[in-house]
């Protein structure tokens, strides 16, 4: 039996609810994470439709890219498809969950998922997030240093890009003076103590902070724990908007686009005017990606593909770079596969489902 909160817990492992946007609305939408699952449906857009066709399938758990309720509902009359999406769901007992912007920003996710479709190389974040790395000092004596070390580790202190179990130590000298009811490891009440010890430095995402000292204090051996964090304005490398990355072989831009339009399933692409030159470095954004135009052009992507692009941005290439916007659903549509890989790769004993309906709301004739 597997409940609806280790299903989230799989989801959000690859993509947590804190590299959301502020604006956003990722998570459980609707239903109780403590349900069995019975079976998933998964889906780029929730809609009356889709719940149809979960409740047709037996499947009580929807897995959606975008959040249906996005703007605060403030009745529930069914008086138009959000709310149609939501009485529906809880009617017949559904769980909706939406990893949007935080699947935007992780390794493995939207972004990946389109460069993978183009066979792009050497890909790495377009826009890497800020403000969201920690630094921990602590003191630790030397014989429990490496059990402190392992600790933070596991618990995901020391990753930097590709490397994992990165920390720094140095040897020098702790001094303190136990008082009152204190009930010291090493020393006395009232007598001075010098104790060797090692300064460890590790390097952590913000979110798991509480995760990260929780680990410290329950190895550390004393009973007050010195430490200290620092915030820190590194980027972080694996985290953040958009990707760029470069095709193995360069071409011109007619070439481009005819690969273009094979490797993502499109009829048709808006672009900018064919300029002179050759396509090498892309630089990618699923959904609507127009805030990350000049991230592009300073990384010197030769295009930008992404959808939901306004006439006037057009005009922000300037000849110096290709703009393709290939639609919104179009650029999005393979995130199914991510849900769907995921969820099959950790859980056997239900069925998981991909939605047969097509949900874009634009079409083209
Ligand atoms: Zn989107």
Known sequence: ???????????????????????????????????????VLITLDCTPEVVDEAILHNCNLIVAHHPVIFKPLKRLTGSNFVEQTIIKAIQHNIAIYASHTNLDSVIGGVNSK?????????????????????????????????????ALHEAGAGQIGEYKNCSFQITGEGRFMPTGSANPTIGEIGKPEKVLENRVEVILPSHLQNRVLAALFKVHPYEEVAYDIYALKNANQVVGAGMIGEIPIALGYPDFLEELKQNMGLSTVKHTVHGPGMIKRVAICGGAGSFLLNDARRQLADVFITGDMKYHEYFQAEGHMHICD?????????????????????FSNFAVLLSEINTNPVRYS
């Open 326 to 346: 290939i639609g919104h659903y179009e650029s999005e549509v393979f995130t199914k596969e991510i849900f769907y890989d995921l969820i099959s790769e950790n």
């Open 114 to 150: 389109i460069a993978q479709k183009l066979g792009l190389e050497n890909v790495s974040i377009l826009s890497p997030k800020s403000d969201a790395l920690l630094k921990l000092v602590t003191f630790v004596p030397q014989e429990n240093t490496e059990a402190v070390l392992q």
């Open 1 to 39: 039996m597997t409940k609806i909160k280790e299903v989230i817990a799989v989801l959000e492992n690859l993509a947590p609810l804190v590299w959301q946007e502020s604006y956003d609305n990722a998570g459980l939408q609707t239903g109780n994470p403590n349900d069995e699952v019975k079976g």
